[in-house]
């Protein structure tokens, strides 16, 4: 399961309205590809859903995820944080072992880690 916190839900919402995507069923894509310093990085973009796609929903903001990105995701905070340090939306990735310092990229866990740990 992923998790939208407030800040999250209220900033989608707004930017939704006012690219006027909300009422084309539009949301955020958030997806995984290799790339970055830890080898995997997020992406994410405004879309329309797509076939096989994870939908979150809370309050009328959507989130789509693909079946690819699901697992490196599962688990995950999607937040919003408008500071000092720049405006924008954030994964806290339970399944990161290691992040770069600007928190766009990650490395996962090993597949076999928790399979490891439970024996």
Do not use: W
């Not at 916190?5 to 006012?18: G, Y």
Request: with cysteine.
């Amino acid at each position: 399961m992923i998790i939208l916190t407030d800040p999250a839900v209220a900033e989608l919402k707004t930017l939704l309205a006012e690219r006027g995507d909300a009422e084309e069923g539009c949301g955020l894509r958030i997806f995984v590809e290799k790339g970055g310093c830890s080898g995997l990085e997020y992406g994410m973009k405004f879309a329309p859903p797509e076939p096989g796609d994870a939908t979150i929903e809370r309050d009328g903001a959507r989130v789509f995820i693909d079946a690819a990105s699901a697992d490196y995701l599962r688990g995950c905070t999607i937040d919003f944080h408008d500071g000092l340090t720049g405006a924008g939306f954030r994964i806290h990735n339970p399944n990161a072992v290691r992040t770069c310092g600007c928190g766009s990229s990650f490395e996962p866990a090993p597949v076999n880690a928790a399979a490891t740990e439970a024996h």
